[in-house]
T-cell receptor, first 112, second 116 residues
Framework: AQSVTQLDSQVPVFEEAPVELRCNYSSSVSVYLFWYVQYPNQGLQLLLKYLSGSTLVESINGFKAEFNKSQTSFHLRKPSVHISDTAEYFCAVLTYGQNFVFGPGTRLSVLP | DTGVSQNPRHKITKRGQNVTFRCDPISEHNRLYWYRQTLGQGPEFLTYFQNEAQLEKSRLLSDRFSAERPKGSFSTLEIQRTEQGDSAMYLC??????????????FGPGTRLTVL
């Protein structure tokens, strides 16, 4: 069975500072990896995904994540955050023929 | 395309009552998923439909839960004899059936259930 760990339940950071949200997973088979973002009172939105190919993937709003197979990690990074990035971020894994397994989430609070 | 919609957005009920939630997927999507999200946790898969057929149910879906998608469009999730442990956000998502490895799921805003 697959599982996802997000060690940081809350991450406060000042505006324009860099941020890293950690995600580790366990799986005995190949996985697809995702980051979803949930803004207050809204549904989950796909931020970025790794299916195959380049291990570094990027979103349109500057977030990047790198798939590291040896460390079973898919950490999310942004070099300079904005107030509007305040949200809850969920890491998720998907294996072929199975359903999503989500991590518990990390609440990112960007402070002015 | 207005995305996935869910109604009601909030529901407060007394223990023992029955509740029903509705999900309207993106119109051309043939797959529809239900998830439950409790406080401090990520969404947990409950069940999914392809067209009218319910293809998979999680062990989280007890006998008090039933989901339908009678015409392959909207879906309903009913909880009978609600318990306080049913309090959660119920999320719906829709997608096209995977043509390869994966098709993106689009999530609705959720229905927040509070059982008193």
């Amino acid at each position: 069975a697959q599982s996802v760990t997000q060690l940081d339940s809350q991450v406060p950071v000042f505006e324009e500072a860099p941020v890293e949200l950690r995600c580790n997973y366990s799986s005995s088979v190949s996985v697809y990896l995702f980051w979803y973002v949930q803004y207050p009172n809204q549904g989950l939105q796909l931020l970025l995904k790794y299916l195959s190919g380049s291990t570094l993937v990027e979103s349109i709003n500057g977030f990047k994540a790198e798939f590291n197979k040896s460390q079973t990690s898919f950490h999310l990074r942004k070099p300079s955050v904005h107030i509007s990035d305040t949200a809850e971020y969920f890491c998720a894994v998907l294996t072929y023929g199975q359903n999503f397994v989500f991590g518990p989430g990390t609440r990112l609070s960007v402070l002015p | 395309d207005t995305g996935v919609s869910q109604n009601p957005r909030h529901k407060i009920t007394k223990r023992g009552q029955n509740v029903t939630f509705r999900c309207d997927p993106i119109s051309e999507h043939n797959r529809l998923y239900w998830y439950r999200q409790t406080l401090g946790q990520g969404p947990e898969f409950l069940t999914y439909f392809q067209n009218e057929a319910q293809l998979e149910k999680s062990r989280l879906l007890s006998d008090r839960f039933s989901a339908e998608r009678p015409k392959g469009s909207f879906s309903t999730l009913e909880i009978q004899r609600t318990e306080q442990g049913d309090s959660a956000m119920y999320l719906c998502a829709s997608s096209l059936a995977p043509s390869g490895s994966y098709n993106e799921q689009f999530f609705g805003p959720g229905t927040r259930l509070t059982v008193l």
